[in-house]
């Protein structure tokens, strides 16, 4: 029996366009007719269109596919089939930090409204970040060996970190210095065993006051959007002890007008 491309195509759910770049790539050879040079398939075809999808949806290449279907013996199609295992395996441990870094963003947007400006006292948690701008002054790439390259493949994991310097908050009034960078939790850095170097920066868990402060359209950002949170750690009789750190959480619109939520951590001690 004989079936045409069309046929075929409602057989299986496979686009014609699929059907015929499948052909271009050697998956399957359809008998052609010499004179209208229409394609005609028979079982022997269906059946390597029907592995070509098994195939697929372990997740090898098309490239892998044709190699399995037409070249690999038994021995060939094992170690693939083992590579496969560990290529799931690392990929269920991504998703599942995916998982985790999903939940814990998901409620820090959830909790921005009831944080905003509200200062808590809570332990930072620990990361390791570098600084790639300064104000509004890019470093050279060229400058961190690779590091730049190297942790944009981490999104969402990374996030965007805004570093202040001790002496420019108690300069404030004439100082509006700060810097952006990527951060990323330890706990990340262990599980994907991400590069670090002599630029990476690391920040252990300490006391600090925590608040979410929002900044709004281009050239708004200002070190005086810190007032509140300061005059909160000497009500309560704390110094800030060193720089502060925070997170980009979003951009948004509100009816107000461009928002960026930002939360940040001052470490502090008792006076």
């Known amino acids: 029996m004989k079936y045409k491309i069309s046929e075929v195509s409602k057989i299986l759910n496979i686009p014609i366009d699929t059907i015929r770049y499948l052909e271009k790539k050697d998956i399957v050879n359809p008998v052609k007719d010499s004179q209208n040079n229409y394609r005609f398939y028979d079982a022997w075809d269906i059946n390597f269109l029907n592995e070509y999808k098994r195939l697929r949806s372990f997740d ?50 959830k909790n921005i409204k009831s944080n905003l400006w509200k200062c808590t006292f809570m332990q930072c948690p620990e990361i390791y970040y570098f600084i790639h701008r300064f104000n509004y002054q890019y470093v050279t790439m060229n400058n961190f060996d690779g590091l730049f390259e190297s942790w944009l493949n981490y999104f969402p994991f990374v996030e965007p970190i805004v570093e202040i310097q001790l002496e420019a908050i108690k300069s404030r009034e004439e100082n509006n210095d700060y810097s952006w960078g990527f951060s990323i939790k330890k706990e990340y850095v262990d599980a994907f065993n991400i590069q670090l170097n002599n630029k990476v920066k690391h920040i252990e868990t300490t006391k600090s006051v925590y608040t979410v402060i929002c900044a709004g359209d281009k050239g708004s950002f200002s070190l005086a959007l810190l007032d509140k949170v300061l005059e909160f750690i000497e009500e309560n009789n704390y110094t800030l002890i060193g720089n502060v750190v925070g997170n980009l959480l979003t951009r948004v619109h509100e009816p107000n007008g461009y928002c960026r939520y930002i939360e940040v951590w001052l470490p502090v001690e008792k006076k």
């Open 60 to 109: 090898f290449s098309t490239s892998e596919v044709r190699e399995i279907m037409h070249h690999d013996n038994l021995k060939n199609f094992i170690d693939r089939i083992d590579e496969r295992q560990c290529y799931f395996e690392e990929r269920l441990k991504y998703y599942t930090m995916l998982i985790q870094k999903n939940k814990e963003y998901r409620l820090s947007l």
